[in-house]
């Protein structure tokens, strides 16, 4: 079959022999396009006048909570799941005359929602402040060992609101790893072929004049394979109940995203929570969760609770974490106090159960029970949502 050849393939119409894509070779080609020698060549212009660097910040275009997940994505698809079949053009050969493919090879397309942290607040991707997800699409290979056919990357259009499949507003901008703000896997190149299944993230594209969709609302996406047919999957609007997305109504992971100022103000209390990691060099993956409580004694005088407790990451984080806690006596020795349990019910909100030990001395404020601490202070550019 042959395919019309793209803008981005025009030099290629300028081979002077076919030049077959090797499925084994990753190199990319170079064809002889006959170019003249240069002459009376100008010295190579100097780009841009900015020497620095950004600076951490939450990409202002995001589609969910920053805090929601991190790299590597899942490579199974979890339910519900919204899925389809889609012809991709496969074998691509570059010639004089055009680009050829001689053959395709079937696609299978899995959307679904990682469940994120939903404090109520409207947000730039959620102005109505409903439950937060990330939306995931998996392309899968039939048989990713398979060489005899290499498929083009199928092209993703997404319709929502006044977005049709007409608009040029509807490309979706496609991740490997989220909470990026350039990283594209783009359609259409026969260099670069789609050779092992794949997890991406949904997101928008970095610039006003594009395209911007509200993922947990209702879309539709449509995957087209190149070779005359799409298939469009409708994804209904993210709704969670305990059944269907149990994890949207449990604490969220603890990690840097939990370090931040907190504080109840009916009881003029102040929490810092700080989140290391690292601190041990035999395991480095180890973390270490820091508690300062600054509450009050019975004579109405500061009063700190403190302590740390090491975790170790697991999959799908942990969730919850037994603290024992100390208060401080004069020159900053401390006393035993009891423990504390601490669990974010949100990113807006730390929850914490105290226990105190018994026998306290006189004096010393003895609290029990559950209270929450909400968010004041959060680390730059570790936006949790």
């Known amino acids: 079959m042959k395919f019309s050849v793209l803008a981005s393939f025009a030099l290629a119409s300028l081979a002077s022999s076919s030049l077959t894509i090797a499925a084994a070779n990753d190199a990319p080609l170079f064809p002889d396009y006959h170019a003249p020698v240069a002459t009376n060549a100008q010295p190579a212009k100097v780009v841009g006048s900015t020497a620095t660097a950004g600076t951490p910040m939450a990409n202002s275009y995001r589609a969910y909570p920053p805090s929601c997940a991190s790299y590597p994505l899942p490579d199974r698809p979890s339910v519900p799941a919204y899925t389809g079949i889609v012809s991709a053009l496969a074998n691509p050969v570059v010639t004089a005359s055009g680009i050829y493919f001689s053959t395709s090879e079937s696609l299978a397309i899995t959307v679904w929602r990682l469940p994120c942290s939903s404090s109520g607040a409207g947000v730039p991707y959620n102005t109505a402040g409903a439950k937060n ?5 998996r392309i899968d290979r039939a048989d990713d060992t398979s060489t005899a056919t290499l498929p083009m990357m199928p092209l993703l259009l997404a319709s929502q609101g006044g977005i049709d499949f007409t608009s040029t507003k509807s490309y979706v901008r496609l991740a490997t790893e989220p909470n990026t703000v350039l990283s594209d896997r783009r359609y259409g190149n026969p260099y670069d072929l789609f050779k092992t299944s794949t997890t991406y993230v949904l997101e928008n594209f ?3 004049d594009a395209g911007h969709f509200n993922f947990n609302a209702a879309f539709t996406l449509r995957v087209a394979g190149g070779t005359g047919t799409v298939t469009d999957i409708s994804v209904p609007a993210y709704t969670p109940t305990a059944d269907t997305y149990p994890d949207a109504f449990n604490p969220i992971a603890l990690d840097g995203y939990a370090a931040a100022q907190y504080y109840n103000p009916e009881r003029n ?8 990691e690292g601190y041990d060099g035999a395991n480095p993956k180890r973390r270490q ?4 409580l600054l509450t009050k004694d019975i004579a109405n ?5 403190v302590g740390a407790a090491a975790f170790d990451p697991v999959a799908g984080g942990v969730r ?3 603290i024992p806690v100390s208060y401080l006596v004069d020159n900053n020795a401390t006393q035993a106090w009891g423990k504390v349990h601490v669990a974010m019910t949100s990113c807006s909100q730390m929850s914490v159960t105290f226990t105190p030990a018994a026998g306290l001395p006189t004096g010393v404020p003895s609290i029990t029970g559950t209270i929450a601490y909400a ?3 959060g680390a730059n550019g570790m936006s949790c949502e």
Do not use: H
Not at 133 to 137: D, E, F, G, R, S
Not at 269 to 275: K, T, Y
């Open 301 to 305: 005088k500061p009063f700190w609770i």
């Open 269 to 276: 209390e102040g929490l810092i929570v700080q989140v290391a």
């Open 206 to 208: 970095s610039n006003a």
């Open 133 to 137: 997800a990330m939306t995931l699409v």
């Open 375 to 377: 968010r004041l202070l």
């Open 289 to 292: 969760f820091v508690f300062d």
């Open 320 to 322: 919850g974490l037994d």
